[in-house]
C-alpha cells in the first residue's frame, strides 16, 4: 500500500508560518503531480497547492496565492507547503496527495489524485 506522510501541522498564531512536508516513496514521488489539499468540517477537501511532476508548473488557490508556496526536494522525496501569514480560516486538516494529473487546469481537483496521507491538522488562532 502506497503511503503518503505528511508532517509539520500545529498551531499558531495568526500571522505566523508553517511549513508542512510530505513524504512519498521514490516511484510515486518522480512519476506523479503532488498536491496540497485541505479539508474543512463537514465541507469537500479542496485543492490548496500542486506541482507537476517535473516541478515546472504550479497551481494555487486564490484564497493561499502570495502566502503559500509548494516546492519540491528530489534528495529527500518531499513536498513542502511553506505557509505564511496565515489565518484563521486556513485552520483544516490538511492532506497531501499524488497523481497523474493529465489535465492543466485540474491539478486542484481531488479527483485527479490516487494516491493520499492521513493528514495534518492546522489550526491559526486570531
Request: overall charge negative; hydrophobic content about 30%.
Amino acid at each position: 500500500q502506497v503511503q503518503l506522510v505528511e508532517s509539520g501541522g500545529g498551531s499558531v498564531q495568526a500571522g505566523k508560518s508553517l511549513t508542512l512536508s510530505c513524504t512519498a516513496p521514490w516511484i510515486i514521488y518522480s512519476t506523479n503531480s503532488i498536491g496540497w489539499f485541505r479539508q474543512f468540517p463537514g465541507k469537500e477537501r479542496e485543492g490548496v497547492a500542486a506541482l507537476s511532476t517535473d516541478g515546472t508548473l504550479t497551481q494555487y488557490a486564490d484564497s493561499v496565492k502570495g502566502r503559500f508556496t509548494i516546492s519540491r526536494d528530489n534528495i529527500g522525496n518531499t513536498v513542502s507547503l511553506q505557509m505564511n501569514s496565515l489565518k484563521p480560516e486556513d485552520t483544516a486538516r490538511y492532506y497531501c496527495a499524488a497523481g497523474p494529473v493529465y489535465d492543466s487546469n485540474r491539478y486542484l481537483d481531488p479527483d485527479e489524485y490516487m494516491y493520499w496521507g492521513q493528514g495534518t491538522q492546522v489550526t491559526v488562532s486570531s
